[in-house]
């Protein structure tokens, strides 16, 4: 068809020299590449037109040049920018625009450089562009040189360009650079304040309050909101569980009238109510709204991520029973989810086979939640079989597949899972990795962990901070600190997990004395404070050595680093003292305490058996029964040694009972252990040899073996 329009056009070209007719040429050629389907038929129509000594015209070439980038012979169009691109500036403008568009920002940032190379000047629209082009790869680097030029040439102030460096910005989680971009913009328009209100949207952290801010300085400069601004901070709102400002961004959007029945502005504020833990608000909006799927799914998912996972089924009834709302994938997505969460596979199944019914096409989100849902039930059979009747399977579905091997002990499997992942071109991702390494980390395997850390290093997972940490964790957690102390050693970007998990990997290893360095130090450094974990973890090195003087410079760092409120460290430093022969220490910090939990008491309970004051130990026993604190079995494992260790066979064996009739605790080891040594110091030997026959008869209940012996 190419080839026949080609000769058809041949017949007006020849002899024709007048400018009209040249144009009329164009236009037909034009439509030509518009209307081209194949790489070869366009090769033919390009040769054509050079033969032709159309080469050089622009419209021809940017639709050379879009036609081939939309075939996806992006190596082509690279040979097109010189043929028919001249100086000017315009130009270049357009055709950077359409291949923008068209979805290639490589060719977009090709088409920059070769401006910069003939030393062109740039104007906004190149260089917003250009930021556009960044945003869509994530290009920080470019990014920075493409602001560089913007401030050279004196347009990082105009609203277009800097617009473009707060997404840009944004986008990377620069929000210090992304709010300094956004200040310098002298003219702010709608479309700059929403920006860096999407911006923050994006981000969460504690600097997304400032959104607000943001939006009441719109409202000072006499620029109304809208449902693209509205939809940004909702989602702000959500994300830090703001219900006063989000009830706000509401009352405002009615009073406007904007986004009334608008599908995305009503899913917003049902996603905003649920993330702030308003059920009853999100169900009113979903209720007086269009019930669109989205909005659905929002409430569903809402549900799920809070815990009401019932309710979120019992919706689902109400959605297609009562409201006639035809579910998406997505929605059967979350109520199997709420299936997982309820280890619930028989109502997975019915909701699998209501799919299957009505012939719902099962895509990756589906089947990947059904995969889940099935592993955590420990169906691994058929979570196997659908994911190997996945066509397409990505990352998400191997991850999904993997994770729930290791929850079920199959280390095996995943890694080989790991392997055809590789083989079948799907990228694993650091979850991948991460999941791994815990799992083998947990299990102690030292072969297999070290074979992830040399893929992760042959995959370039190693930057990713978090794969370090979990790197150091497992080769601690094998006794292989010296590996732990490389890796270490050779990550540049060590945030405080980094510090700490090396600290406990010490410990954990018994280098006590290279914990308490890492902890000095640590202190030394000025980006990465110590936090409670750390602190306990250099409270419990230097107790082990019986270094008093050690505790006490970490219970002075505890006070400098305003941690003296933190029970649980207050609690190590209890523990410490005792163990360094201080109890008087001890006593102070607990009857110091504002707030005593339950291993406060353990701890102190622990310090007076420690240095048997055996008395003591049943007197706070006792304290806490009057206090109406339930002990556990760490803290009925104290009392018992320290009733054996008194001789006080009585009160041993009430506490002994009590352990089941009064607190539901069930006896471990450790308390039929110190039960049969009480009856042994204190002479008893064949009531406690009767004990241990009694422990062997299963159908006798506790409480009667007991009393058994109590006779």
């Not at 659905?296 to 959605?319: E, K």
């Not at 890694?415 to 390494?437: D, G, H, R």
């Not at 941690?563 to 209890?574: P, Q, Y």
């Not at 001890?586 to 048997?612: C, K, P, Q, T």
Request: some cysteine; charged content about 20%.
């Amino acid at each position: 068809m190419a080839l026949k329009l080609c000769r058809r056009l041949s017949g007006f070209i020849v002899g024709a020299n007048s400018r009209c007719c040249r144009l009329s040429d164009v236009d037909k050629f034009a439509l030509l590449f518009q209307n081209c389907t194949d790489v070869r038929s366009l090769k033919k129509l390009h040769a054509r037109v050079l033969t032709l000594g159309l080469g050089r015209d622009v419209i021809l070439g940017s639709e050379i040049l879009i036609c081939y980038a939309s075939l996806g012979v992006l190596c082509k169009t690279r040979l097109c920018f010189q043929g028919f691109l001249n100086n000017d500036l315009a130009e270049w403008n357009s055709v950077m625009v359409d291949i923008f568009r068209a979805g290639y920002p490589e060719e977009a940032i090709l088409l920059y450089r070769g401006l910069k190379l003939r030393q062109i000047d740039l104007d906004e629209k190149t260089v917003t562009f250009g930021l556009k082009s960044c945003i869509e790869l994530r290009n920080l680097l470019l990014g920075k040189g493409m602001h560089a030029d913007s401030v050279k040439l004196g347009l990082s102030r105009d609203k277009f360009v800097g617009s473009s460096l707060v997404g840009l910005y944004s986008k990377l989680a620069r929000m210090d650079d992304s709010q300094k971009a956004f200040e310098e913009i002298l003219d702010k328009d709608i479309v700059s304040y929403t920006s860096m209100i999407t911006g923050y949207s994006e981000n969460m952290d504690s600097t997304s309050w400032n959104a607000f801010k943001i939006v009441s300085d719109m409202s000072w400069s006499n620029l109304e909101v809208n449902r693209v601004t509205l939809v940004s901070l909702l989602q702000v709102a959500g994300n830090l569980g703001a219900i006063r400002e989000g009830k706000s961004v509401h009352c405002y959007s009615i009073r406007r009238d904007i986004g009334i029945s608008d599908e995305v502005l009503e899913t917003s504020l049902v996603h905003m109510y649920m993330q702030c833990g308003a059920c009853q608000l999100a169900s009113a909006v979903l209720k007086n709204s269009a019930q669109s799927v989205a909005s659905w799914n929002a409430m569903l998912a809402g549900l799920v991520r809070t815990g009401q996972s019932g309710n979120a089924i019992h919706y689902l009834y109400i959605m297609l029973y009562e409201h006639k709302v035809v579910p998406d994938s997505v929605t059967y997505a979350n109520v199997i989810s709420a299936c997982a969460e309820l280890c619930n596979s028989g109502y997975a199944a019915s909701v699998h086979a209501y799919i299957i019914r009505r012939s719902i096409p099962l895509d990756v989100v589906l089947a990947t939640a059904l995969i889940k849902v099935y592993l955590k039930c420990t169906r691994i059979t058929i979570s196997k079989r659908l994911f190997n009747q996945l066509v397409v399977k990505d990352t998400v579905s191997y991850n999904a597949m993997i994770y729930g091997y290791l929850q079920n002990g199959m280390v095996n499997e995943a890694i080989a899972l790991l392997k055809e992942m590789v083989t079948e071109c799907v990228a694993p991702n650091f979850v991948t990795i991460l999941s791994l390494l815990a799992a083998i980390a947990d299990h102690k395997d030292f072969a297999r962990g070290r074979w992830i850390h040399g893929f992760s290093i042959r995959h370039g997972f190693c930057s990713n901070v978090d794969i370090a940490n979990q790197i150091i964790r497992m080769y601690s957690g094998c006794g292989k600190i010296a590996s732990a102390r490389i890796v270490f050693a050779s990550f540049e970007n060590k945030n405080l997990i980094s510090w700490t998990t090396m600290m406990m990997g010490c410990l954990f290893c018994g280098h006590g004395g290279q914990t308490v360095e890492l902890f000095q130090l640590l202190m030394q450094q000025h980006d990465n404070k110590p936090d409670s974990i750390a602190v306990m973890t250099a409270i419990q090195a230097v107790s082990e050595f019986g270094h008093l003087k050690g505790v006490k410079q970490v219970h002075c760092f505890v006070y400098r680093a305003l941690l003296e409120k933190d029970t649980k460290t207050m609690n190590s430093l209890i523990t410490a003292y005792a163990k360094c022969g201080r109890l008087d220490l001890s006593v102070s910090l607990f009857l110091s305490l504002e707030h005593r939990d339950l291993d406060s008491w353990n701890s102190m309970i622990s310090a007076y058996g420690m240095h048997g004051f055996y008395t003591k130990v049943l007197e706070m026993f006792k304290l806490m029964e009057e206090g109406n604190i339930n002990p556990d079995g760490l803290t009925f494992s104290s009392v018992l040694s320290a009733c054996s260790h008194a001789g006080l066979i009585k009160e041993g064996l009430h506490i002994f009972q009590s352990m089941t009739s009064m607190y539901s605790v069930r006896p471990q080891e450790e308390h039929y252990g110190c039960f049969v040594d009480l009856m042994s110091r204190a002479g008893h030997l064949e009531e406690g040899y009767k004990f241990i026959k009694l422990l062997a008869m299963s159908s006798l209940r506790l409480d009667n073996r007991i009393q058994v012996l109590m006779l």
